[in-house]
């Protein structure tokens, strides 16, 4: 078995090892929300692996027997955790569904895509975790279809702690394959990044939404 701080060291060198952490301290990447970031992780990339793809199944299916036991269907967020949801209810041998962030604007204008009978418990699969206000209004779209949602599994999280707190008012256990810090240690210990990156990335860390590249 696989203990969790392992875990996060293992699948952290498996992330670099494919190059899915891009470092552009000087060029950072503009999120959705507007925030400016020197570091992006691009999970999706594991799917072009197909042993670090299996990875990724059998670690998450693990993790939701062991921290959730017997879930009735398991959702994936759209659209980066759609195919390791699926897979991983294929392996549990459960019902999937996925998770629109809006409605279709045609046909049944479906959010959940998929089938969900009330009282199902369900736990979600999710690809990243930074602020979590996508990933939990999944949850609500869940909660509001009459099932529990018992927990939820990420890729990776960066481990603010306005996603620590909403995750916690919002009641959704959350377990990770690795985090920020996992990665960083990894990518020093393994020269991907030197000294003065992890300054730059630390500092990001401590304020994302005010950061602001070094001219």
């Known amino acids: 078995m696989i203990i ?15 190059k899915a952490i891009k470092l552009q301290p000087a060029n950072p990447f503009t999120w959705a929300s507007g925030w400016k970031s020197p570091f992006y992780c691009d999970n999706r990339k594991t799917l072009s692996y197909p042993s670090l793809r299996n990875f990724v199944k059998i670690e998450i299916t693990r993790l939701i027997l062991e921290r959730f036991g ?32 809006t409605p279709k604007d045609h046909g049944l204008e479906n959010l959940i895509e998929g089938e969900l009978r009330p009282g199902m418990k369900v736990v979600v699969v999710e690809d990243l975790i930074s602020t979590g206000g ?30 620590v707190k909403t995750f916690k008012e919002a009641k959704v256990p959350l377990v990770t394959l ?8 990894a990518a020093l210990r393994t020269e991907y990044i030197d000294e003065d990156d992890v300054k730059t990335l630390v500092e990001w860390r401590k ?5 602001e590249p070094q001219s």
Not at 147 to 158: D, H, K, L, R, S
Not at 207 to 211: F, L, R
Request: aromatic share 8%.
């Open 4 to 18: 969790m701080k392992n875990l996060e060291r293992i699948f952290a060198e498996k992330l670099l090892k494919i």
């Open 70 to 101: 017997q879930a009735d269907a398991i959702a994936g967020v759209a659209t980066g955790a759609i195919p390791q949801g699926a897979l991983v209810a294929d392996a549990l041998n459960l019902p999937f569904v996925y998770v629109r962030s």
């Open 134 to 163: 996508s990933s939990l209004k999944v949850v609500e779209a869940i909660r509001r279809d009459g099932c529990e949602v018992i927990g939820m599994v990420a890729a990776f999280t960066y481990g603010f702690d306005i996603a």
């Open 178 to 185: 690795t985090t920020y810090e996992a990665v960083l240690e």
């Open 207 to 211: 304020d994302p939404a005010h950061w």
